[in-house]
């Protein structure tokens, strides 16, 4: 199975700063056929499901701050909060969703707490 | 707009069955893979399996934890997702949410998901 590791586990930040959380498989999820990146980022807020946040390790979904960038290739994969606001209060996870490899394993979350 | 609503948690006994529904609208139940995922309280979200969509006869796939314990099935009929859960464990208590894939224009991303359903295995 792939491994999926996020750090650090959690963070505390003041609204306004950027933040980087990192995202690290076990496998390359770049599918050479088509160059493309099949890892995603979830956010969690307390109390609800996780919603899409980006996927192909860059693409924002519709309702997403462009404050939020992902970025990365291969293995190692970043999430970046530029100008952090209060609401961004979550957990956020990383998803592999390579056609190849099952399961499609989570990481571990990184919990974003503002101070 | 696209929907799921899971129904059918509650409190079960060990070794105990239990069976979740997800009910779904605002899109095309066939054309999309379904997947459920689990989340224990306070833990991260566990992915337990899918079952295809049309095109790519509604098979199945599950994760070690769940395979042979676990079935993922689907009304086309009536747009509803199941997982029956069987021998269920004090370790299957979670929340368990349907989540429908998003295809290739999501990368395979879950793009959907329901509000969840609470199991609890406990005697």
């Given at each position: 199975?792939?491994?999926?590791?996020q750090?650090?586990?959690?963070?505390?930040?003041?609204?306004?700063?950027?933040?980087?959380?990192?995202?690290?498989s076990?496998?390359?999820?770049?599918?050479?056929?088509?160059?493309?990146?099949?890892?995603?980022?979830?956010?969690?807020k307390?109390?609800?499901?996780p919603?899409?946040?980006?996927?192909?390790?860059?693409?924002?979904?519709?309702?997403?701050?462009?404050?939020?960038?992902?970025?990365?290739?291969?293995?190692?994969?970043?999430?970046?909060?530029?100008?952090?606001?209060?609401?961004?209060?979550?957990?956020?996870?990383?998803?592999?969703?390579?056609?190849?490899?099952?399961?499609?394993?989570?990481?571990?979350g990184t919990?974003?707490?503002?101070? | 707009e696209?929907?799921?609503?899971?129904?059918?948690?509650?409190?079960?006994?060990?070794?105990?069955?239990?069976?979740?529904?997800?009910?779904?609208?605002?899109?095309?139940?066939?054309?999309?893979?379904?997947?459920?995922?689990?989340?224990?309280?306070?833990?991260?979200?566990?992915?337990?399996?899918?079952?295809?969509?049309?095109?790519?006869g509604?098979?199945?796939?599950?994760?070690?934890?769940?395979?042979?314990?676990?079935?993922?099935?689907?009304?086309?009929?009536?747009?509803?997702?199941?997982?029956q859960?069987?021998?269920?464990?004090?370790?299957?208590?979670?929340?368990?949410?349907?989540?429908?894939?998003?295809?290739?224009?999501?990368?395979?991303?879950?793009?959907?998901?329901?509000?969840?359903?609470?199991?609890?295995?406990?005697?």
């Amino acid at each position: 199975d792939i491994v999926m590791t996020q750090s650090p586990s959690s963070l505390a930040v003041t609204a306004g700063e950027k933040v980087t959380m990192r995202c690290k498989s076990s496998q390359s999820l770049l599918w050479s056929v088509n160059q493309n990146n099949y890892l995603s980022w979830y956010q969690q807020k307390q109390g609800q499901p996780p919603k899409l946040l980006i996927y192909g390790a860059s693409i924002r979904e519709s309702w997403v701050p462009d404050r939020f960038t992902g970025s990365g290739s291969g293995t190692d994969f970043t999430l970046t909060i530029s100008n952090v606001h209060a609401e961004d209060l979550a957990v956020y996870y990383c998803q592999h969703n390579h056609g190849s490899f099952l399961p499609h394993t989570f990481g571990g979350g990184t919990k974003l707490e503002i101070k | 707009e696209v929907k799921l609503v899971e129904s059918g948690g509650g409190l079960v006994q060990p070794g105990g069955s239990l069976r979740l529904s997800c009910a779904t609208s605002g899109f095309t139940f066939t054309d999309y893979y379904m997947s459920w995922v689990r989340q224990p309280p306070g833990k991260a979200l566990e992915w337990l399996g899918f079952i295809r969509n049309k095109a790519n006869g509604y098979t199945t796939e599950y994760s070690a934890s769940v395979k042979g314990r676990f079935t993922i099935s689907r009304d086309n009929s009536q747009s509803i997702l199941y997982l029956q859960m069987n021998t269920l464990r004090a370790e299957d208590s979670a929340t368990y949410y349907c989540a429908r894939d998003g295809g290739i224009t999501r990368y395979y991303a879950m793009d959907y998901w329901g509000q969840g359903t609470s199991v609890t295995v406990s005697s």
